[in-house]
T-cell receptor
């Protein structure tokens, strides 16, 4: 069965600093991997996704993520964080053979200090 | 213009009542889902439908009954509401092709049972 671990419950970074949010997954085949962002009281917005090919994927809002098969990781990065990036971030792994089910990690809350 | 819309946005009700949440998508997707987000923000799939056919039915009490009158709608009916049903319920949709795989979420329905 698929599973996702986001080891950091909270992360605080200064505005303008770089950011890396960690995600480790467990899945037997080539995974489909996603990062979503949820602002308070809002739904989830897709930041980026990985299916195959180039292991460094670019997303919206200046985010990127790198797929590392050897480490079963899909970490999210941003070179310079803005105050508006404060939100909760969810990593997810999908399997089309299981009815397109997405399994989410527990989320990482990002706080940005000025 | 809203891609996935849920109604109502907020629902406060007493224990033992029956309530419904409606979801509609105008993206032409063929698969729709219900997810529950608990107080710890953990997202767990409840159901998914593909072209009106039930595909995923996770371990959910049978007080919860999804209904899909057509592929653009997926409603959730809950009987005999309990305190533990309080959560945010998200509807989502997706297209089941590799390059379009990834959910579009509604903005959620916050259910409070008192």
């Amino acid at each position: 069965a698929q599973s996702v671990t986001q080891p950091d419950i909270h992360i605080t970074v200064s505005e303008g600093a770089s950011l890396e949010l960690r995600c480790n997954y467990s899945y037997g085949a080539t995974p489909y991997l996603f990062w979503y962002v949820q602002s308070p009281g809002q739904g989830l917005q897709l930041l980026l996704k990985y299916f195959s090919g180039d292991t460094l994927v670019q997303g919206i809002k200046g985010f990127e993520a790198e797929f590392k098969r050897s480490q079963s990781s899909f970490n999210l990065r941003k070179p310079s964080v803005h105050w508006s990036d404060a939100a909760e971030y969810f990593c997810a792994v999908g399997a089309m053979e299981y009815g397109n089910k997405l399994v989410f990690g527990a989320g990482t809350i990002l706080r940005v200090k000025s | 213009d809203t891609a996935v819309s849920q109604t109502p946005k907020y629902l406060v009700t007493q224990m033992g009542n029956d309530k419904s949440i409606k979801c509609e998508q105008n993206l032409g997707h063929d698969t729709m889902y219900w997810y529950k987000q608990d107080s710890k923000k953990f997202l767990k799939i409840m159901f998914s439908y593909n072209n009106k056919e039930l595909i995923i039915n996770e371990t959910v009490p049978n007080r919860f009954s999804p209904k899909s009158p057509d592929k653009a709608h997926l409603n959730l009916h809950i009987n005999s509401l309990e305190l533990g049903d309080s959560a945010v319920y998200f509807c989502a949709s997706s297209q089941a092709t590799v390059h379009n795989y990834g959910y579009t979420f509604g903005s959620g329905t916050r259910l409070t049972v008192v």
